[in-house]
């Protein structure tokens, strides 16, 4: 008799509790369908603000070109006297060869300088899953590319956060919880953040640029560096994780070898900034400057990229808008002169939000084929 009671008082229990349990999984399901496409739209429209913003100051400075060329053609035809004309003629001429068209781009410098940012970008996700690797976790490689890869077009979203948030997500699908993979994710910035500003100082101390772009260098990369030290990072982690992280030799040595990834991640970079400066013709609105070697203009592209776009990451602007442009501009004014250093800074927004968004959608297409929804932990992990 007291057995029928027991189950009479619990099956109704039983009823009413796995449906109630249904229904939440599928609250939580749907509210994370929602978010992911917030997420997506915020990211497009991101994009596309910044890529029209490009094009806009693209539009500017060609026409300023242009209406030089207005400028002499009028006094060409107001002058009478042909020494003068024959200069303003062989300006013109020049003029007219700068103006960045279909025609003159030299579109092959413009095909291997996306080849350059591509593999650029890769080296940061060896560094991604190298710290993974010290907090305990190990995904395959190429999701880990994928993440880092996916993570890029979240910067165009102000405040940067996107960025942690679409890496995260998708390491959340190798059962990664959020707060190592979050943790993860900033070690990289910051490490990434750190070498380029040691690599912008070590070139620009020798340039003719302010001294407060040689001061931001040199901080940022202190201040950059100072998370990344095992010392430091095992305080950080034992608190966030609340338990002694015993990061031991491994933290050091993901430390070494982060430094060497992201040199090279550099080094790839500034060769692609490299190659789209000489991709667009020279402007002759500068005056003549003596011609420097191949070298010296990689130096300085490196150096003006990676610290472009140290501080732009420090601005929190979407995608470092305007700041980026300004540091590049400054550091290879004396180079190239400024008409041609702006145009080059607006090709490389251009080119780096194309091969981005190539390496995104494959990125994408890798996860949602390699990686089913019932693996995923989302951020309830934690």
Same mark, same amino acid.
């Given at each position: 008799?007291?057995? =029928?009671?027991?189950?009479?008082?619990?099956?109704?229990?039983?009823?009413?509790?796995?449906?109630?349990?249904? =229904?939440? =999984?599928?609250?939580?399901?749907?509210?994370?369908? &929602?978010?992911?496409? %917030?997420?997506? !739209?915020?990211?497009?429209?991101?994009? %596309?603000?910044?890529?029209?913003?490009?094009?806009?100051?693209?539009? @500017?400075?060609?026409?300023?070109?242009?209406?030089?060329?207005?400028?002499?053609?009028?006094?060409?035809? #107001?002058?009478?006297?042909?020494?003068?004309?024959?200069?303003?003629?062989?300006? @013109?001429?020049?003029?007219?060869? #700068?103006?960045?068209?279909?025609?003159?781009?030299?579109? +092959? /410098?413009?095909?291997?300088?996306?080849?350059?940012?591509?593999?650029?970008?890769?080296?940061?996700?060896?560094?991604?899953?190298?710290?993974?690797?010290?907090?305990?976790? @190990?995904?395959?490689?190429?999701?880990? %590319?994928?993440?880092?890869?996916?993570? $890029?077009?979240?910067?165009?979203?102000?405040?940067?956060?996107? !960025?942690?948030?679409?890496?995260?997500?998708?390491?959340?699908?190798?059962?990664?919880? %959020?707060?190592?993979?979050?943790?993860?994710?900033?070690?990289?910035?910051?490490?990434?953040?750190? !070498?380029?500003?040691? &690599?912008?100082?070590?070139?620009?101390?020798?340039?003719?640029?302010? =001294?407060?772009?040689?001061?931001?260098?040199?901080?940022?990369?202190?201040?950059?560096?100072?998370?990344?030290?095992?010392?430091?990072?095992?305080?950080?982690?034992?608190?966030?994780?609340?338990?002694? +992280?015993?990061?031991?030799?491994?933290?050091?040595?993901?430390?070494?070898?982060?430094?060497?990834?992201?040199?090279?991640?550099?080094?790839?970079?500034?060769?692609?900034?490299?190659?789209?400066?000489?991709?667009?013709?020279? #402007?002759?609105?500068?005056?003549?400057?003596?011609?420097?070697?191949?070298?010296?203009?990689?130096?300085?592209?490196?150096?003006?990229?990676?610290?472009?776009? &140290?501080?732009?990451?420090?601005?929190?602007?979407?995608?470092?808008?305007? !700041? /980026?442009?300004?540091?590049?501009?400054?550091?290879?004014?004396?180079?190239?002169?400024?008409?041609?250093?702006?145009?080059?800074?607006?090709?490389?927004?251009?080119?780096?939000?194309?091969?981005?968004?190539?390496?995104?959608?494959?990125?994408?297409?890798?996860?949602?084929? $390699?990686?089913?929804?019932? @693996?995923? &932990?989302?951020?309830?992990?934690?």
């Amino acid at each position: 008799m007291h057995a =029928n009671e027991l189950n009479s008082t619990s099956d109704p229990g039983t009823t009413d509790d796995y449906p109630s349990g249904g =229904n939440k =999984n599928r609250t939580l399901s749907r509210i994370k369908t &929602v978010a992911k496409w %917030i997420i997506a !739209v915020v990211v497009v429209v991101g994009l %596309i603000l910044a890529t029209r913003s490009a094009i806009d100051q693209w539009k @500017r400075e060609t026409a300023k070109v242009r209406e030089r060329i207005v400028e002499l053609d009028a006094k060409v035809a #107001s002058s009478k006297d042909r020494k003068a004309i024959a200069e303003w003629t062989r300006e @013109r001429q020049s003029l007219a060869r #700068s103006i960045p068209s279909l025609a003159n781009l030299r579109w +092959s /410098r413009v095909a291997v300088a996306a080849a350059f940012y591509a593999l650029g970008l890769l080296p940061s996700a060896m560094v991604l899953a190298g710290w993974l690797a010290v907090l305990g976790f @190990r995904p395959p490689i190429l999701l880990a %590319i994928a993440a880092q890869t996916l993570g $890029h077009i979240g910067k165009y979203v102000p405040g940067k956060a996107m !960025v942690v948030v679409v890496r995260a997500g998708v390491l959340a699908k190798y059962s990664i919880p %959020i707060v190592p993979a979050t943790l993860s994710v900033f070690l990289e910035t910051f490490m990434m953040m750190a !070498v380029g500003a040691a &690599v912008a100082g070590v070139v620009i101390c020798w340039l003719p640029v302010p =001294n407060w772009m040689l001061a931001a260098a040199v901080a940022g990369s202190i201040a950059a560096s100072l998370p990344t030290l095992p010392p430091v990072l095992r305080q950080v982690t034992s608190r966030l994780l609340g338990k002694d +992280s015993h990061l031991g030799k491994q933290a050091w040595r993901a430390c070494l070898q982060g430094w060497a990834w992201s040199i090279l991640s550099w080094l790839l970079i500034g060769s692609s900034f490299a190659m789209l400066i000489t991709a667009i013709p020279e #402007s002759g609105l500068s005056d003549p400057r003596p011609p420097i070697s191949g070298a010296m203009l990689w130096a300085v592209a490196t150096a003006a990229i990676s610290l472009a776009m &140290v501080i732009g990451f420090a601005s929190l602007l979407p995608g470092g808008a305007g !700041v /980026r442009e300004l540091v590049l501009t400054t550091i290879l004014a004396f180079a190239v002169g400024p008409t041609h250093a702006l145009l080059a800074a607006i090709m490389a927004r251009l080119v780096f939000i194309a091969v981005e968004c190539v390496m995104a959608l494959a990125a994408w297409a890798y996860v949602n084929r $390699h990686f089913s929804p019932q @693996r995923e &932990v989302g951020f309830t992990a934690a």
